[in-house]
Every structure is written in structure tokens, then in C-alpha cells.
């Protein structure tokens, strides 16, 4: 489709050349847990697939930018599968003081055994950054709320979450801690599918402060979500309804006070009882589908600390008691320009006191057949590409926009030339568009 690629500044992500002594390692369950003791920089170690039931220690492996550490299942067939402790003793993948790893093509089997979390990295000495977990399948991590897949509880940056299917967790990812400490920075999330989770599809935490740890990011970072699907059921909260997707606010000053988040090319999809999205600090969020809340599908506002500039630009949203909802004015810049809104009450709340809030098309959930191919809340089925000559208004000015990724680019990763058309497609349907699904996004890279 197009897409650039996005350099997010993140060193290393590409291991390069190998370095000289590098080695491919085969274990299985009965002695895998040596080999893992015993990586390097650029070893790989390929694991057979079976049932590991001892967990996997990810402790004080350290690869570098030009050698990544890669442990990883088969990609196909029967896989290896890693089963969470009935015992509770420890998570299934414990990660502390390590970097350049990947972990790649496990299957993580929670076995509903309550609060054992898929993936953790934990508080340790020593830091943990440029982790990177793709195509992993984690599964019945749903006995609690609080059961986590993906959790970090240390400081961590350069983290790569991409391509992985978490099923029917309490939390699907819960980056940083609950306090606002042990932030999760310049991090991309990106091609995952996240489904049916009793709490959160995601939430990376608020920031208090950027700690002073050796070769953390002190300086502007970008923490990217992009073309991943996050579905919630219509399960209980028990421990509080929350939005598929939350997003906190950074430190007030200093270090990290500059940062943002880009939050384009997702689908967001049904949430009975809160919103889609909830963002605070400074966030765009362009490009995306919002389909079926009884809530809001965009709201902004204080959350932990103050919102200061929201860009929220080229969205379809669909099927929502309220589309762009702004419970506090930005601080700094308020943008909410070219979206497509079929909703109750299509844009509430204080960006009627902003500027920037300007060519939207808005229009009631009944009308929206009169302006897409197939609206609708069913998977599978929808379809939110305009009719031919509908959709369309002025040319919109997308240099406010310029700094970030994709910005000229609609969910589809196609330009957006004048960017004329509302909403999240620049174009009618096409025969190679990927069908709105319970799946992952394809080709979006």
C-alpha cells in the first residue's frame, strides 16, 4: 500500500550484520532453560516446539544494536507453548536487566490460572529497553482483571510490541506502573490484534517524572500505535468498565515533557459500557476506524495531569452516542479537522471554544448508508469507503500536521493528495483495501 517506512529512533531495531562468533542454538523442554542462560550478542536460540511448563527467564541478556538476542518458537506447524504456573510463583516470561532481545513465535498459555501475567518485565538493578515481542499468541490470561498480557514494571524504552494476538485477557497490556513511576518510553505497538479483554485492550500509563537511568531517552520521544485492532467483549468489568484504549498524560516538566503519542491506522471496535479511546497529555490520532460505543469514541481530557495539545484528524467513527469528545481544553493546540462522524452528538465538550475545529462531516448513524459502502457494527461485513462523490469538501491544509508519521497517509496507506475526502479513506473502495475484521490488519507495513 505504500507505507513509509518510520524511523522511531530507536536504534537497533534492525540487527545488522551478525557479530563474529554468533551462533544458532536448538533446545527443547528438557534443556532449554540453559541455553537461554547462556546467550549472546546475535545468537539465536531456536526452540522445538512442545509444552514448557518452568517459564522463560529473560534475566541479564544483553544483545546490542548490531547483534540482537533472538529466542523464538516455530513460526508454523505444532508450536512451543509455555503454560502459566498453577503455582503462582512466577509469570511465564519474566524479563529484567536485559536488551536487544527478541522473543518471537511462542505460545503463551495462561491456563486461567489468576494473576500470572504472559510477559513481564520486571523491577530489577538494571534497566530493560529494546525488547522487541512479535507474533507471540497469548491465551486464557482471563481469570482476573489484574491477569495481564503484556506488562512492563520497570523503566523501559526502544520496546517493539508487534504482530502478536492476545485473546480474552483481564488486561490485554499495561505499560508502566500504576503510580505514574517506571515509565514506558519511545515504544511502537504495532500490528497486533487485541480481543475480548475483561479490562483494558491497552493502557500505558501517566508519567510522574523521567528517571535519571543510564541511556534512557531524556529528550522528545514518539510513542507509535499503529494498524492494530482492539476489540473488547461484552463481559463484565468487575473491577471498573474501562476503554479499550487509554493513553496518560507525560511528565510536566523536564525530561520527557515534550513527548507524544501517534495513534494511526487502528481500528477500534464495540465497547458497551465506556469509550473507545481515552488520551490526556499530547496525542494525534489520525487515520483510524471507530466503530459501536455507547460512550464516547474519541474522548480527551485531564486524566493524572492535563491535556495539552489534541490532533485528531482524517477519523471514520461510527455508531457512537458521542464522536470527539473534549472534557478540558488543550493547553498548547487543538485540531480536530476532516473527520467522517456518523454519531449521536458528533463533536462535544470544549473544542467549541477552540480553534482548528473545522471541515468535518457529520451526520446521523441512520444516514451513514447515504455517505459509505456498507456502515454497519458487524466484523467482517462493514465497509466505510465513501461512495462515489460523497465524503467529499475543501481541500484541508495538512501542514499543522507535518511532523508526524503517516500524517499524508490514510488507513488504507494510500495518500491522501488534496485531502479533499473525510474520514479515514482517502478513496472509494479497492479491490486490495483489507476488509474491517476480527484479524489482523494486513500488508500494512
Not at 515533557?257 to 496525542?283: C, K, M, W
Request: some cysteine; hydrophobic content about 35%; aromatic content about 6%.
Amino acid at each position: 500500500y505504500g507505507m513509509r517506512t518510520i524511523v522511531l529512533g530507536m536504534a537497533g531495531f534492525l540487527a545488522l550484520a551478525a557479530p563474529a562468533g554468533a551462533r544458532t542454538v536448538r533446545a527443547g523442554p528438557s534443556n532449554y532453560q540453559a541455553a537461554v542462560a547462556g546467550l549472546a550478542a546475535g545468537d539465536v536460540l531456536e526452540l522445538a516446539a512442545g509444552e514448557y511448563a518452568r517459564g522463560l527467564d529473560v534475566v541479564g541478556l544483553v544483545g546490542s544494536p548490531e547483534g540482537w538476542i533472538v529466542i523464538r518458537g516455530p513460526a508454523t506447524g505444532k508450536r512451543a507453548v509455555f503454560l502459566g504456573d498453577p503455582g503462582q510463583n512466577r509469570n511465564t516470561v519474566e524479563i529484567e536487566g536485559s536488551s536487544y532481545v527478541a522473543i518471537e513465535n511462542l505460545v503463551l498459555d495462561g491456563q486461567d490460572v489468576a494473576n500470572v501475567d504472559a510477559i513481564k518485565a520486571r523491577r530489577g538493578e538494571k534497566p530493560t529497553h529494546h525488547i522487541r515481542i512479535e507474533s507471540c499468541t497469548i491465551v486464557r490470561h482471563g481469570a482476573t482483571q489484574q491477569t495481564v498480557g503484556i506488562s512492563t514494571k520497570c523503566p523501559t524504552w526502544g520496546w517493539v510490541i508487534r504482530k502478536n494476538r492476545i485473546s480474552g485477557a483481564g488486561t490485554g497490556m499495561y505499560l508502566g506502573n500504576s503510580d505514574g513511576s517506571d515509565p514506558f518510553v519511545a515504544g511502537a505497538i504495532e500490528g497486533n490484534l487485541v480481543e475480548d479483554t475483561v479490562g483494558y485492550n491497552l493502557q500505558v500509563k501517566h508519567q510522574v517524572e523521567r528517571p535519571a537511568v543510564e541511556g534512557m531517552p531524556q529528550g522528545e520521544s514518539v510513542t507509535i500505535l499503529r494498524h492494530n485492532v482492539f476489540i473488547k467483549g461484552d463481559g463484565e468489568s468487575p473491577d471498573g468498565d474501562r476503554p479499550n484504549v487509554l493513553v496518560g498524560t507525560f511528565p510536566e516538566s523536564g525530561a520527557g515533557s515534550r513527548d507524544r503519542y501517534e495513534i494511526y491506522g487502528n481500528v477500534f471496535f464495540h465497547n458497551p459500557r465506556e469509550s473507545l479511546l481515552q488520551a490526556t497529555g499530547r496525542v494525534a490520532i489520525h487515520d483510524n476506524i471507530f466503530v459501536d460505543t455507547t460512550e464516547s469514541a474519541i474522548y480527551l481530557t485531564d486524566h493524572n495531569g492535563p491535556l495539552r495539545a489534541a490532533y485528531v484528524y482524517h477519523n471514520t467513527i461510527h455508531a457512537a452516542s458521542r464522536g470527539v469528545s473534549l472534557g478540558s481544553l488543550p493547553r498548547e493546540e487543538c485540531r480536530v479537522a476532516g473527520n467522517l462522524i456518523f454519531a449521536n452528538e458528533p463533536i462535544v465538550g470544549e473544542p467549541g471554544k477552540a480553534a482548528g475545529v473545522e471541515g468535518n462531516l457529520v451526520d446521523s448513524v441512520a444516514n451513514a448508508r447515504k455517505h459509505v459502502a456498507r456502515p454497519g457494527t458487524e466484523l467482517g461485513r462493514i465497509d466505510f469507503h465513501p461512495l462515489a462523490g460523497r465524503c467529499t469538501g475543501p481541500a484541508l491544509d495538512l501542514s499543522p500536521f507535518r511532523a508526524h508519521a503517516d500524517f499524508d497517509h490514510d488507513f488504507d496507506g494510500n495518500p491522501k493528495g488534496e485531502a479533499r475526502i473525510r474520514g479515514a479513506y482517502a478513496g472509494e473502495g479497492a479491490s486490495r483495501a483489507w476488509k474491517l475484521d476480527r484479524a489482523f490488519k494486513d500488508e500494512w507495513e
